[in-house]
């Protein structure tokens, strides 16, 4: 099994700034991708951003600008920096990640930390 463990959530009020962490560990033989994803009340879980092992990042258009990922794939972690938060970006962060469990497969599983809360205040 794999585990994913993130922190750095909180309150903040907008235009301020917030950093997100996450460690994998368990059952890992390499990552493809780590990233962030967001969930908002009565929305559906959106992307943030993603980072590949080659370094290549990807990011939600509402982010961009604002929000930088960052990460060392051969370390297992991976982090986020959000500034000039908004409310629109109070949500449960979730870290996610691509893993491979073994040398003899190609096949990456998906696997996400428990969600960590980021509330701006207007």
């Known amino acids: 099994q794999v585990q994913l463990v993130e922190s750095g959530g909180g309150l903040v009020q907008a235009g301020g700034s917030l950093r997100l962490s996450c460690v994998a560990s368990?059952?890992?033989?390499?990552?493809?991708?780590m990233g962030w994803y967001r969930q908002a009340p009565g929305k559906q879980r959106e992307l943030v951003a993603t980072?590949?092992?080659?370094?290549?990042?990807n990011y939600a258009d509402s982010v961009k600008g604002r929000f930088t990922i960052s990460g060392d794939i051969a370390k297992r972690t991976v982090s986020l920096q959000m500034n000039s938060l908004e409310p629109e970006d109070t949500a449960v962060y979730y870290c996610?990640?691509?893993?491979?469990?073994?040398?003899?497969?190609?096949?990456?599983?998906?696997?996400w930390g428990q969600g960590t809360q980021v509330t701006v205040s207007s």
């Open positions: 996610n990640a691509a893993v491979r469990e073994s040398g003899y497969t190609r096949v990456a599983n998906n696997y």
């Open positions: 368990g059952r890992i033989w390499s990552i493809n991708t």
């Open positions: 980072i590949t092992s080659g370094g290549i990042t």
